[in-house]
């Protein structure tokens, strides 16, 4: 049985690191090529080794896509392609094209000239990396090679996010990445068509999390900023460059000039305003509103964000500022809060995720007291509010998306286990398929039972809509007669007789005689007679023939009748039919052993 | 008999030779009919190839066929069609013979024949197709011939059984549109080598056969014909509704569109039939099961799919409370349909925390495990379906999710309770349009809320909203909104006077919310008016500036609430009296009466102290009868005195209208009628009637100033005031009959040439023709009138020379009775207020001479019928130009009944000024008699008298609706 393997090296019962491989119908690809922020040694990659010990991945993928340009699902793509080395196609979308590289050459610049790392790829390496890029566009199925097929669908979260369906023959497996499927104030839902895929893998993010309605927290995030900044307050917004960052600042600057708010809003400076420039190019993977309305205005040129300096922090009056890194480790952002932390008037609030150890996840557990380097303390007077805008999907989306797609089975990634477990029961309760949750490194199998297509001939299908009911039901199987041609790695179906004549055989008849003793006291004529109107009178619809020569033809059935010469009371009977009606042979059989009536 | 006049007058006076116009239109008919088919016959013969014919046909088609030639058309289009061999133009005959079965005033029963001998013999699927549609529109001409239909019945049930899916459909929908359900089709009668002996059966197990045909058209089509068919109003079946449900999940969007209306259809006919729950051995009500249906089709992956979804459930009023309450509980996932008595504990265990909200930090953190055997994520149908809907990406989908949260809520108060917070929550959507429409849906459902403090916080926050709809959406909301405590008016007052501050240009609109905040919520003022008008026990307040609007916001409130709350007056302070009569006098419409312990004298007018009270309407009604009465007393007008009684109740009229806006209408009609009579009786008064001709020309002057007024006023009291009945309007043609005459009398005795007169004359006496035609009704209510004697002389009339016309028409009119006004039940004025320009400005509006400038204006606009087509702009410029500009229709909101608002901009634009200068703007209404009221009843043989100079059913005009804004502009010369 064909079976598909999906390995996670990356992702496996995790967040971070993204990297599953695939191997279906002979082909094998890798999906995403994520780094681990938690780590800083040789965890932060995938284990390549784990696909060859040594030498050169070329030769073992076929492919690798990439979701979206989030550093844990592209971050060890420069590592991948020029360090263990890789030459082969690396699928993603344009917008993931255009950011990727800006990422990861931050990502580099942090490691290399601020940690001082060595043994890490370049920027030179970066941009070799991209070039070995294929750009995708939604719903365009592109060939990566004579049977490999893959498309790709809108997924939300980011700009330009995808989900990707792979395909090989009638196998297919379908690869989310991270996906949201709420639209928000600058991109989309997610949307995939019924595509039954055999699996259909999927990131967990949110497994237990069903989110209130987004307004409700729009509603709330815009409530406390007006009114801290009506109060005279500064707010500080931790984010990360991109991604909620842009959606933010769209809810921000619409509400400011719906209430005709005056207090300045700041957009740290950096990558940030690379990063909207693509969002401005890239209109056509954002939302409906801004879709519609990028010809008066584009959303993204934002009238009221102003570029931050460091020297604004300290301006009086109020002030919403967007600052990065968004937990609040290190940078531009933590600097502010300890200028700001002080002052109850002002707010800070962390619209995402933070990882254990980060002030952020400190201040948001409520601890008043942080210990500085060196000994300081600093008390946190302002507020610390909590906004959850994360872009996946939660337990409900991800169920959504599984009705979308009708899966037949399906596996669980980047997420923890003990969420995954959860939903893992829910999925199997709902909706009966099999759902897994490997961890990195284990593989998970697949048995696929994929359809054989067989090309028909026309003559063939024909005949057997002639002979049957009006139309075929398309629900229900049929049986038909035909011969099957396996030749040259196609699969036809064709009527016998042209098989015989391709193939150059000529025609055997078969022919199954069988004799029936029967008691008759009447001459041979007679018996004859009277098996000829018995047969009348019992196959109504059939066409029997009486023929001089002393045989009776029902159908291609011929009768005779013959008495042995020492007993004339004893008829033998001679039925032969050919192969074709052995039903019909049959059952004459069976009917004269019974005896005629008298 | 004005042709018959005119026919005497032209042998009498004028040489001109007449065309006759004698020439029946229908001969030509008659001619064009062989010709027609003769020429289509001709052509297609000589069609050398297919295109050729198929252009002759296009070509053909273009044109349309008189009924009486369409069977020739016809009958050689057939003959064609058995000759053709090409399947294109056989396909545009077929669709032709369809076009022209359309026709009106033929009857295609005789084609019937020819087109089902056509379809026996056709091979190719398309033809067929176009066939059976042609067929289709055959047999809906033909909806009361129940052999034909049948027959058609039968053929179409025979090619169901084709295989091209455009047959099928085309099967399909004629069943649909002709089946009948009650009757079993009849058994086919001919049993051709494929046909089955199918048993009996009837017309919606035949269609419902094809819900699981593999083509997916196919399948739509059959689900649309059994909609067709509910459409006709025959009962469907309920057995079908498990295959509509299964067809709600097709792979397919426009099945899966067709089938959610099924599904709809279905639980609108069988709402309390109970179906049983698949994997249990429960049942629920039809109703709720397709109402959970419907809900999970509004996360379908096809936002079209999504949105019919969403428009269907807003139609269910019959599903059960706790199905519609689910729809907004996104939470809530335990299978309330298997375990309905378990619904409590489930909640719990949400409460419990198994799900985060994602508003707190780490509230998703993993607990205990909870038994999950009972929760279900998805499955449970209606869970959170609005929820969804109002987040859907689509705003046609929040719309329509909104508007459906509309519906149901109207008829559930417990539900509009609960979809209060989700409708607050859209106030803040992407798209306006949205907004607007959750406000307007908030006020409509607002009857059965009561806003809690912080829903109210929120409501207020879009106050500051800068687009000027949603503001005053908010505010029409707040007027309908009961609050539940003092803090609450507070809070919207505050609120309020933030939103005046910020936009000025709200202070009508804020002042009328707080008239109703403070008339609804009396008791909860009455707590908080000492810190309103910030009095104190002890201490004199400094007395607050009665010009600012924020202090004229605060009285109106407090003003409205002591209405119904007597106490209140205690609490006032000195100036607080003193204001309230300056108020009352100024801002009428936004300050009630009170009734002020000793302080009667103060107020302003002394009649209206006298006046009201709580029978005010009815005594100002009383008077208005009175005076009426009093007039009607009057037999003849020349009577010393009767004209000073006259001019005095006009008076009187004219100060009852503004006294007392219930009757303005009213009072206003009954004056400017009043006085309609009264100039025609001065002007019938003056000397001129005695005097030589020639010496009469000042006067001549006077009268004819008077009549053109009174012609004027009548077209003002015909097309002004809504609410007339016929009798009224005839009293007025009747007044203007008689200023017309008076016109005549004077033009007659002015003017020499006899040519001129008899224009008039023919003129005039075409009007009292169409008075006639108009009111034959009324008549008997006209008895000595003007008319009536006229009409009396008219057979003289139309015999006699322009100069005895003139004669009699001058006695007649001296003698004719002044006619009594009826007052119908409720008039009302068209009146138009220009909100905006102000007209106030000093600045003049400049800009280069050869571009233009838009000007905004806002406008309310009352009583106004139609004001799409009828209601203009007029700029005035000084130079005596005037423009008339057409708002575009949208440009009018209807915030309430009777109620118009105009907000548009006015493009101007002139050459260069030297200095800034003032240009008028105003409104006008636009009439044409034609549209008068009475038109509805014009004969037919009016429109073959096209030739004729049409009576007065064309006169057009405008009335000033507004009293004109002056604007300062100024255009300077472009620079070079």
Redesign the interface.
């Known amino acids: 049985m064909p079976d598909i393997k999906i390995t996670p090296l990356g992702a496996g019962q995790d967040v971070g690191r993204s990297c599953i491989l695939v191997s279906i119908g002979g082909k094998n690809i890798m999906l995403d090529c994520g780094m681990h922020m938690g780590y800083n040694d040789d965890r932060r990659f995938p284990d390549f080794s784990y696909i060859t010990q040594n030498g050169r991945l070329t030769e073992f993928l076929d492919c690798v896509i990439i979701s979206h340009f989030h550093l844990d699902h592209c971050g060890a793509l420069p590592y991948m392609s020029e360090m263990v080395g890789y030459d082969g196609p690396i699928y993603m979308t344009h917008p993931t094209k255009a950011i990727c590289p800006i990422l990861l050459e931050d990502f580099r610049k942090i490691t290399v000239d601020k940690k001082g790392e060595t043994n890490f790829f370049t920027s030179q390496m970066i941009k070799d990396c991209m070039k070995k890029v294929v750009p995708l566009n939604l719903h365009q199925t592109v060939q990566v090679d004579e049977e490999l097929e893959i498309k790709a669908y809108y997924a939300g979260h980011v700009l330009g996010a995808a989900m990707v369906q792979i395909k090989v023959g009638l196998e297919s497996v379908v690869y989310t990445g991270d996906y949201n499927m ?2 928000d ?1 600058h991109l ?2 997610a ?4 595509c039954r895929p055999d699996i259909l893998i999927s990131e967990s993010t ?1 497994a ?13 995030f ?2 406390k900023v ?1 009114e801290t900044v009506e109060r005279g307050g500064k707010v500080l917004i931790p984010v990360f460059a991109l991604g909620r960052a842009q959606e933010l600042c769209i809810l921000l600057e ?1 509400f400011w ?4 708010l005056k207090a300045p809003i700041y957009f740290s400076t950096g990558l940030t305003e690379k990063a909207n420039h693509y969002y401005k190019l890239f209109i056509t993977w954002t ?3 801004i879709r519609k309305t990028f010809v008066q205005r584009n959303m993204f040129e934002f009238k009221h964000i102003k570029a931050f300096d460091r020297s604004y922090a300290d301006n009086p009056g109020p002030m919403v500022v967007f600052a990065t890194p968004g937990m609040l480790h290190a940078g531009q952002s933590l600097q502010i809060f300890k200028k700001w932390a002080g002052n109850e008037k002002n707010m800070v609030i ?1 619209p995402g995720y933070c990882v254990q150890g980060t002030v952020g996840h400190k201040i ?2 409520g601890q008043k007291k942080l210990e500085m380097e060196g000994r300081a303390t600093l008390d946190v007077k302002l507020q610390v509010e ?3 805008f ?1 872009a996946h999907a ?3 989306g991800i ?2 998306l599984i ?2 797609a009708e899966p037949r089975n399906m596996l669980l990634v980047h997420g923890e286990a ?2 995954m477990e ?1 939903l893992k ?2 999925i199997e ?2 909706f009966s398929i099999s759902c897994y949750m490997p961890a990195n490194g284990e593989t998970t199998t697949i048995v696929t039972n994929p359809s054989v297509p067989v090309d028909i001939s026309l003559n063939l299908l024909k005949r057997e809509m002639a002979l049957g ?7 229900r199987p049929r049986t038909m007669h035909g011969t099957l041609i396996m030749k040259d790695n196609s699969l036809r179906l064709v009527s016998p007789e042209q098989a015989l004549k391709e193939l150059g055989l000529s025609e055997h008849q078969l022919r199954f005689t069988c004799r029936v003793q029967l008691h008759d006291p009447h001459s041979d004529t007679d018996t004859l007679g009277r098996i000829y109107t018995h047969l009348k009178s019992v196959l109504k619809s059939y066409s029997i023939q009486h023929v001089p020569d002393g045989t009776v033809i029902v159908e291609s059935i011929v009768i005779k009748v013959t008495s042995s010469a020492e007993e004339p009371n004893l008829k033998v009977i001679l039925l032969s039919w050919s192969y074709q009606d052995e039903e019909l042979g049959s059952f004459l059989s069976t009917l004269l052993k019974k005896g005629l009536p008298s | 008999m004005a042709a018959h006049l005119k026919k005497r007058v032209y042998e009498e006076f004028s040489k001109v030779s007449q065309v006759t116009l004698e020439e029946v239109p229908a001969k030509k008919l008659r001619l064009t009919k062989p010709s027609k088919s003769a020429a289509l016959h001709i052509d297609l013969c000589k069609a050398t190839s297919p295109t050729d014919a198929l252009q002759y046909l296009l070509h053909f088609a273009r044109k349309p066929v008189e009924a009486e030639s369409v069977e020739g058309v016809v009958r050689i289009l057939l003959e064609h069609y058995y000759k053709e061999s090409d399947n294109s133009v056989r396909l545009k005959i077929a669709s032709l013979l369809g076009l022209l079965s359309k026709t009106q005033g033929f009857a295609p029963d005789c084609v019937v024949d020819d087109a089902i001998n056509t379809l026996n013999n056709e091979k190719s699927h398309q033809v067929l197709a176009q066939l059976l549609d042609t067929l289709l529109i055959i047999g809906t001409q033909l909806p009361d011939k129940i052999a034909v239909i049948q027959r058609l019945i039968d053929v179409a049930c025979k090619h169901l059984t084709s295989t091209y899916f455009g047959v099928r459909n085309k099967c399909l929908q004629l069943l649909g549109c002709l089946g009948t359900v009650d009757k079993p089709l009849s058994k086919e009668t001919d049993a051709g080598p494929g046909a089955q002996t199918s048993p009996v059966r009837d017309v919606q197990s035949l269609i419902s056969d094809y819900f699981q045909d593999q083509d997916p058209r196919v399948r739509t089509a059959a689900i649309k014909a059994m909609l067709q068919l509910h459409e006709r109003g025959m009962k469907i079946q309920q057995t079908i509704y498990n295959q509509a449900c299964k067809l709600s999940s097709d792979d397919y969007e426009q099945v899966r569109s067709a089938a959610v209306q099924m599904v709809w259809v279905l639980s609108q006919h069988y709402p309390e039939s109970i179906v049983p729950i698949p994997s249990s051995n429960e049942e629920i009500r039809l109703v709720d099961d397709s109402f959970g249906k419907i809900c999970h089709m509004v996360s379908d992956g096809s936002w079209v799919v999504r949105v019919q979804a969403a428009k269907l459930l807003g139609s269910m009023h019959q599903v059960s409370p706790h199905f519609l309450e689910q729809t907004l509980d996104k939470k809530l996932m335990s299978d309330l349909r298997r375990k309905r008595t378990a619904h409590e504990r489930a909640k719990e265990l949400y409460a419990s925390g198994e799900f985060s909200s994602g508003r707190r930090w780490a509230d998703d953190a993993p607990k205990e495990k909870v038994d999950t055997s009972g929760v279900n994520l998805i499955d449970s149908g209606a869970c959170g379906a609005f929820v969804h809907g109002l987040e859907d990406e689509m705003y046609e989908v929040r719309i329509a999710a909104v508007e459906a949260l509309c519906s149901l809520a109207q008829s559930s108060p417990s539900f509009a309770e609960k979809c209060l917070d989700f409708l607050v929550d859209m106030f803040n959507d992407e798209i306006e349009e949205v907004r607007l429409q959750s406000i307007h849906v908030l006020r409509q459902i607002s009857t059965h809320i009561t806003l809690r403090e912080d829903q109210l916080d929120t409501v207020l926050a879009v106050l500051e909203d800068s687009s000027r709809d949603i503001r005053e959406a908010l505010h029409e909301l707040l007027c309908y909104t009961n609050v539940s405590t003092k803090e609450c008016i507070q809070l919207a007052l505050v609120e309020l006077l933030k939103n005046l501050s910020k936009y000025p240009t709200d202070r009508n609109s804020v002042w009328k919310c707080l008239k109703f905040l403070g008339s609804r919520h009396p008791t909860l003022v009455l707590p908080i008016v000492p810190e309103l008008l910030s009095t104190h026990p002890y201490f004199d307040t400094p007395e607050p500036d009665m010009d600012d609007p924020a202090y004229i916001a605060v009285l109106v409130l407090v003003f409205n609430a002591a209405k119904s709350c007597p106490t209140m007056p205690a609490l006032f302070s000195d100036h607080t009296f003193r204001h309230y009569a300056y108020l009352r006098d100024s801002l009428s419409h936004l300050v009630p009466h009170l009734r002020l312990p000793g302080r009667k004298q103060t107020a302003s007018s002394g009649l209206e102290a006298s006046g009201v009270g709580s029978g005010s309407l009815e005594s100002a009604q009383n008077f208005l009868q009175d005076s009426l009465i009093r007039v009607s007393a009057l037999q003849n007008l020349e009577t010393p005195g009767a004209q000073d009684l006259l001019e005095f109740t006009i008076r009187d009229l004219q100060r009852l209208g503004e006294l007392q806006t219930e009757l303005a209408g009213s009072a206003d009609f009954c004056a400017t009628y009043l006085h309609c009579q009264l100039l025609l009786t001065k002007a019938l008064q003056e000397k001129l009637w005695t005097m030589a001709v020639p010496l009469c020309l000042k006067q001549n002057a006077k009268v004819s100033t008077a009549a053109r007024q009174i012609l004027d006023e009548t077209y003002k009291l015909e097309f002004l005031y809504s609410g007339l009945e016929t009798q009224q309007i005839a009293s007025i043609h009747n007044v203007r009959l008689q200023a017309k005459a008076l016109l005549l009398i004077l033009t007659a005795r002015s003017k020499r040439g006899v040519d001129r007169v008899l224009g008039v004359c023919e003129k005039f006496l075409q009007d009292v023709e169409s008075f006639q035609r108009l009111f034959m009704t009324e008549l008997p209510h006209f008895q000595d009138s003007f008319v009536e004697k006229l009409l009396e002389l008219m057979p003289r009339l139309t015999a006699c020379k322009p100069l005895d016309l003139v004669k009699i028409l001058q006695t007649t009119l001296r003698q004719s009775r002044f006619i009594h006004l009826k007052l119908p039940e409720q008039i009302h004025r068209a009146s138009a207020t220009i909100i905006e320009p102000t007209g106030e400005s000093d600045n003049p509006l400049k800009f280069t001479t050869g571009l233009v400038v838009a000007l905004d204006i806002d406008a309310t606009l009352e009583h106004v019928q139609d004001p799409q087509t009828t209601v203009k702009v007029q700029v005035l410029y000084p130079d005596g130009q005037s423009h008339i500009i057409h708002p575009k229709p949208g440009d009018f909101r209807t915030p309430g009944p009777g109620r118009v608002r105009l907000i548009t901009q006015v493009y101007l634009s002139h050459s260069a000024w030297t200095e800034a200068c003032q240009i008028e703007v105003r409104l006008l209404l636009a009439y044409s008699s034609s549209s008068s009221k009475q038109s509805a009843s014009k004969p037919a043989w009016n429109e073959s008298m096209d030739g004729l100079p049409t009576s007065e059913s064309c006169i057009e005009g405008t009335i000033h609706l507004s009293k004109p804004v002056k604007v300062f502009i100024m255009p300077k010369p472009a620079r070079r």
Do not use: V
């Not at chain 1, 949307?191 to 019924?194: A, E, P, R, T």
């Open positions: 709420t639209p104030r989309g839902a949307w995939i068509d019924k949110y237990t999390t069903i989110r209130d309605s987004k307004r409700c927290r729009e509603r709330d815009l409530k007006h619409t000039e719906r209430m005709n939302n409906q509103k962390m948001l557990n909590y906004m959850s994360s939660d337990a409900k169920m959504q009705r979308m003990k969420k959860f029961d829910k309760q709902e009911g009006p139309l075929p039901d398309a629900k």
